[in-house]
């Protein structure tokens, strides 16, 4: 969808929020020069371990700020999964600085993930994931950004006076089986049950969770059980053909995400 929409060159790219550098990674083979920009310094010395390409360049930076990229110089300026936490006037005037007239914008981003054919499982996983009770997940999710996301970035308008041809491309699935949902859908995935619950684990909001909760030790490492294990445990409850299956965690799974790409060009 990106490349379908970009009309310049394939000389600079620019990768704001790179984290470990996945998104710098696939770039590269298109773009003489890819820069990742992370504000971590431990996601940049990750991004650079992995990274073999010779093309591509990690700098510890936030986006708002890029002294080290010259003006006019960018061709495709992207952030994968991070853009619900920039701060939109002071990024905009440094991108209006750097990108070069007919250059692409692409931001995405996805959020929540529905069990498409178990209407019943993702309404638990929503009470999990967003419920308010202290033993839940919701109150531990890293704001304003969390709920950005969850708005599908709608909070992000770049200026008119800078940037045209904006579209947002939107996905929210449905629970009435694969494709159910409103938009254009590019994000899903067979997994076992199991690996769902797995994929909790891997939240910030489950982190801080576990910060709060120190004593609530997952089954698999001996413990209780944790809020991903009850949340699984919930999700078999409510579904007979999970309550039934000889092995509910290694039932396999359709999931969709909700998610969201906007797109844009700089005048």
Avoid at 69 to 76: P, V
Avoid at 104 to 127: C, E, M, N, R
Avoid at 164 to 184: C, K
Wanted: with cysteine.
């Amino acid at each position: 969808m990106v490349y379908g929409y970009h009309r310049g060159k394939y000389e600079t790219c620019l990768d704001l929020g790179c984290g470990h550098g996945l998104v710098s990674r696939a770039l590269a083979p298109k773009f003489k020069k890819v820069y990742g920009i992370d504000p971590s310094a431990g996601m940049i010395e990750q991004a650079r371990s992995l990274t073999a390409e010779g093309n591509v360049e990690f700098v510890q930076s936030t986006a708002e700020a890029l002294p080290f990229i010259e003006d006019e110089s960018i061709d495709l300026v992207v952030a994968g999964e991070a853009a619900h936490w920039f701060n939109y006037p002071q990024l905009f005037a440094e991108l209006n600085r750097v990108m070069k007239v007919g250059g692409t914008l692409a931001f995405w981003g996805y959020s929540d993930h529905f069990l498409v054919d178990y209407p019943k499982a993702t309404a638990i996983i929503d009470q999990y994931a967003y419920g308010l009770d202290k033993h839940l997940l919701g109150s531990y999710w890293p704001q304003p950004g969390n709920s950005i996301m969850r708005d599908k970035l709608r909070v992000i308008q770049p200026p008119t006076e800078d940037w045209a041809d904006l579209q947002r491309i939107e996905y929210h699935p449905g629970v009435n089986g694969p494709g159910s949902g409103e938009g254009t859908k590019y994000m899903e995935s067979d997994i076992s049950l199991g690996q769902a619950t797995e994929y909790i684990r891997t939240w910030s909001a489950y982190h801080r969770w576990k910060e709060a909760h120190p004593n609530r030790i997952r089954r698999s490492e001996g413990g209780t059980g944790d809020v991903a294990d009850e949340m699984l445990d919930s999700i078999i409850e409510v579904e007979e053909d999970l309550r039934n299956a000889q092995s509910a965690a290694d039932k396999v799974v359709r999931v969709e995400w909700a998610s969201t790409l906007i797109l844009s060009r700089k005048l």
